[in-house]
C-alpha cells in the first residue's frame, strides 16, 4: 500500500496568516493526490484534485503544488471558517490512502 | 444538485448486524462508483473500498473483508453497507462518497453525511 506522511500533524496559525501543509507519498504518485477539509462533526469536503486543481466553490486562496512523492496545500490568507481538518489522498493506486491529517487551529 | 443522503445513527449490540443506506440524487447513479470510508472516533480517514454501481462488483481494502458487504439498489439509486457480527471496533462514522473521475484520477466528490455507528452492549 501507499503510505502518506502529512506534516505537521497540528498548526496553530491566526486569522490572515499564510499556511502551508505537506504530504509526502511513499512512492511516486505522479499528480493524483487530492486534499479534503473536515470540519468537526461534519463530512469531508474535496478542496483540490489532481494536486493543484481547485473544485469548484472553493475560494481562490487555496491551492495545491507538487508531483512526483512531495505535495503543499497553501491557504494564503486564513480566514476563521478555514480552522478545520485536512487530509491529503493519493488515487494513484488502490487501496486509495489518506494521510493521518492536519488539524489547523486558531492561535 | 449531485446529493448523498445516508440512513441515520445505529446503536447495536455486538454480535449484531447492521445495514447502512447511501441515496444519491442529482447524478446518474450507474455512471460513478461509490466508495466507502470509516472515521473511528477521533480518528482519521479510512478508505474501505468501493462499488461499481453498473456493475455491482464490490471491491475491499485489507481489513475490511468478510464482515463487510457492499450491495445497491439501482432502482433507488442507492448503496449499502452492511456490516455483521458486529464489534466494539466497528464504532465509527461511516461516510459514502461518490468516486467522480476524469482524465486525473479520481477524487470522492460528494460525500454523504455520514451514518454513526455504535456498538455497545
Known amino acids: 500500500d501507499i503510505q502518506m506522511t502529512q506534516s505537521p500533524s497540528s498548526l496553530s496559525a491566526s486569522v490572515g496568516d499564510r499556511v502551508t501543509i505537506t504530504c509526502r507519498a511513499s512512492q511516486s504518485i505522479s499528480s493524483y493526490l487530492n486534499w479534503y477539509q473536515q470540519k468537526p462533526g461534519k463530512a469531508p469536503k474535496l478542496l483540490i484534485f489532481?494536486?493543484?486543481s481547485l473544485q469548484s466553490g472553493v475560494p481562490s486562496g487555496f491551492s495545491g503544488s507538487g508531483s512526483g512523492t512531495d505535495f503543499t496545500l497553501t491557504i494564503s490568507s486564513l480566514q476563521p471558517e478555514d480552522f478545520a481538518t485536512y487530509y491529503c489522498q493519493q488515487s494513484y493506486r488502490t487501496p486509495y490512502t489518506f494521510g493521518q491529517g492536519t488539524k489547523l487551529e486558531i492561535k | 444538485q449531485v446529493q448523498l443522503v445516508q440512513s441515520g445513527s445505529e446503536l447495536k449490540k455486538p454480535g449484531a448486524s447492521v445495514k447502512v443506506s447511501c441515496k444519491a440524487s442529482?447524478?446518474?447513479?450507474?455512471?460513478?462508483?461509490m466508495n466507502w470510508v470509516r472515521q473511528a472516533p477521533g480518528q482519521g480517514l479510512e478508505w474501505m473500498g468501493w462499488?461499481?454501481?453498473?456493475?455491482?462488483?464490490?471491491t475491499y481494502a485489507q481489513g475490511f473483508t468478510g464482515r463487510f458487504v457492499f450491495s445497491l439498489d439501482t432502482s433507488v439509486s442507492t448503496a449499502f453497507l452492511q456490516i455483521s457480527s458486529l464489534k466494539a471496533e466497528d464504532t465509527a462514522v461511516y461516510y459514502c462518497?461518490?468516486?467522480?473521475?476524469?482524465?486525473?484520477?479520481?477524487?470522492?466528490?460528494?460525500w454523504g453525511q455520514g451514518t454513526l455507528v455504535t456498538v455497545s452492549s
Open positions: 489532481a494536486a493543484s
Open positions: 442529482g447524478y446518474t447513479f450507474s455512471s460513478y462508483a
Open positions: 462518497a461518490r468516486a467522480y473521475y476524469d482524465s486525473s484520477g479520481y477524487s470522492f466528490d460528494p
Open positions: 462499488i461499481n454501481t453498473n456493475t455491482g462488483n464490490p
